[in-house]
């Protein structure tokens, strides 16, 4: 999405999202599971009409990368799109308590500096969490998409 900065000239914007499971409950560590989250974060992101710039999922949490314009839906309605969706149609474990976290975190970023560290962010956090030795082999995560379009991950 573009605003316009105090000069009239276009600024970058874009929107990092957290969403974590309610005390960071262990439950896309599932293949079936995960897949599932990326699916619903696909579907929901095309029907927004929001644009997916980069994601992970891991065992307990969710990060996007997304952008929108003026047509689309708002950033916060979509993240509650897709979480509504993923409680319906995940088996997760039934331990009496919400599968989510209260609330998301946005953040906004104003800036391509921002907005590609945030991207490597994404990219590399299963390396970080040590459940991948490289950004591209993490199958629920868009690196390997980044990898296999132009040959890296980090921007």
């Not at 989250?37 to 949490?61: C, N, Q, T």
Request: aromatic share 12%; hydrophobic share 35%; glycine share 6%.
């Amino acid at each position: 999405m573009a605003a316009n900065g105090e000069d009239g000239t276009p600024q970058h914007v874009s929107y990092f999202v957290t969403v974590r499971t309610f005390n960071c409950k262990t439950v896309f560590d599932d293949e079936t599971r995960a897949r599932t989250l990326v699916d619903m974060i696909e579907s929901v992101r095309r029907r927004s009409g929001l644009k997916k710039f980069a994601y992970v999922v891991l065992p307990d949490h969710y990060h996007l990368l997304l952008g929108g314009s003026a047509e689309s839906s708002p950033v916060a309605d979509a993240i509650l799109a897709i979480n509504r969706m993923v409680e319906r149609y995940v088996d997760s474990p039934d331990d009496g308590q919400p599968l989510w976290d209260s609330e998301a975190d946005v953040l906004v970023l104003y800036s391509p500096q921002a907005h590609f560290e945030k991207l490597n962010y994404i990219h590399n956090k299963p390396v970080l969490c040590g459940i991948a030795a490289k950004p591209e082999d993490y199958m629920f995560s868009s690196a390997g998409f980044y990898f296999r379009r132009y040959g890296k991950t980090h921007f």
